[in-house]
């Protein structure tokens, strides 16, 4: 069965440094997201991308955050220079068509901010 | 800014029982709810969804009702068992935008043996 594969399970680094974080979404998904959780709260939208193009984003998602589809399957999430605030777990969603809702989650990239 | 409540963050059910999770939800621009179950250390896995035009859907031991004017939904498992015990998310969107979803804190299911 197909399903969204997210690199690397787990992610430290130090307050300033940039991480990009990997998604391979389901191949023939035409929609794709961010979220995450921070520990102990509840799972929140980051940002939905289609069409090579941010469709909506959160107010999270500020300057500090980029995504890309550099390529036909892979799909990154950038944190530029990463805060304390930054660590959480990050999941990837893919949706496949117009008229579906479901979204399908990878497992989560963990990333620590020290 | 809580459009999406789980008001128990736990719930323990004696195996071959019935589990109902319940959640309600604020928005009444949502038109599609979602169940996610989570195991730790994973990520959702998609369980059951419904449409706003409908107010029950089921698949096998799993079942979604919804009230849409009490805009409160509920998840029966139907019989529990040990397997199911995990966190469960209630989610919910809107056919405006990107059809993002808003996600409830979630509750814990315990399936005791």
């Known amino acids: 069965e197909p399903e969204v594969t997210q690199t690397p399970s787990h992610q430290v680094t130090q307050m300033g440094q940039e991480v990009i974080l990997r998604c391979v979404p389901i191949?023939?998904?035409?929609?794709f997201y961010w979220y995450r959780q921070i520990l102990g709260q509840k799972v929140e939208f980051l940002v939905s991308f289609y069409n090579n193009e941010i469709s909506e984003k959160s107010e999270i998602f500020d300057d500090q955050f980029s995504v890309e589809r550099p390529d036909g399957s892979n799909f990154t999430l950038k944190i530029r220079s990463t805060k304390l605030e930054d660590s959480a777990m990050y999941f990837c969603a893919s949706r496949s068509t117009d008229i579906s809702y479901e979204q399908y989650f990878g497992p989560g990239t963990r990333l620590t901010v020290t | 800014d809580q459009q999406v409540k789980q008001n128990s963050p736990s719930l323990s059910v004696q195996e071959g029982r019935i589990s109902i999770l319940n959640c309600d939800y604020t928005?009444?621009?949502?038109?599609?709810f979602l169940w996610y179950k989570k195991y730790p250390a994973e990520g959702p896995t998609f369980l059951i969804s419904i449409s706003s035009i409908k107010d029950k859907n089921e698949d096998g031991r799993f079942t979604v009702f919804l009230n849409k004017s009490a805009k409160h939904l509920s998840l029966h498992i139907v019989p529990s068992q040990p397997g199911d015990s995990a966190v469960y998310f209630c989610a919910a969107s809107s056919g405006a935008g990107s059809y993002q979803l808003t996600f409830g804190k979630g509750t814990k299911l315990s399936v005791i043996p």
């Open positions: 928005n009444s621009m949502f038109d599609y």
């Open positions: 191949s023939n998904h035409l929609y």
